[in-house]
């Protein structure tokens, strides 16, 4: 019997290549290293978000806290959108989109750098200090445009869908630097945020809605989706390192300390297992219009994420005596987030599939009413650790419910969705 001989060593150049577009239908794609490295930056950016909201709601500054977070999250997680759905239909891997998303990356970096002093400005009711904030963005938005281009130039058949992203982002863009060199009011500021938001979130729209779109890759866009939620949940694992260290340095080793750790670490468990739940990759598979509120909805399952971290984060506060809330506000600063994202989930099902079912409504009341325990158990003044081991029953509600009967309702709700085609994808 002959034997087979070794295969040669496969090394490749990464030599300038045309940027025709991705197979939209290419089998086996995944998200690449190049992506993957692009991802680590924003775990400094979500860390980042976590902590100055963690301590704003720890000094119960509650409305500063939010409209920073607000602004905070949505920056950071339209930053990630823009790259990611570009590197999903134009991903050449040539040394130039290498190069052009290192400055990307370096954008992000500014960014989370400004996240800080804008928080601050946001709790002092000064104007709003968002300066190294936009410096990011204009780095990573000269970048975007050049990659926009770039696919226009090189991409006839879909110039016009890439040119229109280039054109909104630049408007945007402009407004953003606007607001750089001349101060106006955190009301004002809000409002321009809000039109310029408009504008970002058209260009989307615009382009694949009515010039053909581009050739981003269903799978592989749910799996980088996928990927920033675990990136998200680091928060948890963070929150609940901070939570333990407190027990530790206030009390030493105890049963506290046990508690805390299950605690953070099965809620960041149980809110990972029940986004994996979603059908986000066949559904958008067959119906490609969907990926917009599914895109934009992600944003909001992403803030809630980080607000759980930093609510853990809060929680530890509170256990160093540290935090100027009650124990109730404390243990809603997770409770909230958590009931924010289960519900997200249950509406981006229901907006997949298109159906409405008895027991997931019935699963997320027993899931408000776990939160509900929660809060219940700090107002008559149960130790913390024991309200955190309460709320961490909150996802498993959603869990058991899936590995019990769900999982063939998603079953017959695809087969229902996507006829005979579920099989061949």
């Given amino acids: 019997m002959s034997e087979i001989p070794p295969s040669k060593p496969h090394s490749v150049a990464h030599h300038v290549s045309r940027m025709t577009g991705r197979d939209p239908h ?19 950016a979500f860390s980042l978000a976590a902590a100055q909201l963690a301590h704003l709601l720890a000094e119960g500054h509650f409305k500063a806290g939010l409209i920073g977070f607000g602004f905070a999250s949505f920056a950071i997680c339209w930053a990630w959108v823009n790259f990611s759905w570009f590197a999903s239909a134009y991903d050449t891997d040539d040394w130039v989109f290498r190069c052009v998303t290192m400055v990307q990356m370096v954008g992000v970096l500014i960014l989370a750098i400004g996240l800080p002093p804008m928080f601050e400005s946001v709790d002092k009711g000064e104007d709003l200090n968002n300066g190294i904030m936009v410096l990011g963005y204009v780095v990573m938005r000269v970048a975007m ?7 226009a130039r090189q991409d006839p058949l879909r110039s016009k869908a890439c040119t229109t992203y280039a054109i909104a982002i630049s408007i945007a863009q402009i407004g953003w630097i606007v607001l750089i060199f001349i101060d106006f009011s955190l009301l004002v500021t809000l409002a321009f945020v809000v039109v310029l938001t408009l504008v970002e979130m058209a260009g989307p729209v615009i382009a694949e809605s009515l010039q053909g779109g581009t050739p981003w890759h269903a799978h592989h866009i ?31 080793w105890n049963l506290d300390v046990v508690l805390v750790c299950i605690a953070g670490t099965g809620l960041t468990f149980g809110m990972w297992w029940i986004y994996f739940t979603l059908p986000s990759a066949e559904i958008l598979h067959r119906f490609r219009k969907r990926a917009f509120v599914w895109g934009y909805g992600q944003m909001a399952i992403f803030a809630a994420i980080v607000a759980t971290g930093a609510g853990l984060h809060v929680a530890a506060y509170y256990i160093e005596h540290k935090a100027h809330i009650s124990s109730v506000a404390a243990v809603l600063t997770v409770a909230v987030p958590v009931a924010v994202y289960v519900g997200s989930i249950y509406a981006m099902y229901v907006y997949l599939v298109r159906a409405m079912e008895r027991r997931h409504i019935w699963q997320f009341c027993a899931t408000v009413l776990v939160l509900a325990a929660s809060v219940g158990a700090a107002m008559v003044g149960i130790d913390m650790a024991v309200c955190l081991i309460i709320l961490m029953f909150a996802p498993v509600i959603t869990v058991i419910g899936y590995e019990r009967a769900g999982h063939r309702h998603k079953a017959r709700s695809l087969e229902r969705v996507l006829g005979g085609e579920q099989s061949a994808h």
């Fill in 26 to 44: 290419e089998g086996h794609r995944v998200a690449t290293p190049l992506e993957l490295l692009f991802d680590l930056t924003f775990v400094i």
């Fill in 222 to 252: 749910a799996e980088r989706y996928g990927l920033l939620a675990i990136i998200a949940l680091g928060e948890g694992v963070v929150g609940t390192v901070a939570s333990v260290t407190a027990v530790v340095e206030g009390r030493g």
């Fill in 145 to 151: 445009v050049f990659q926009w281009l770039r696919a």
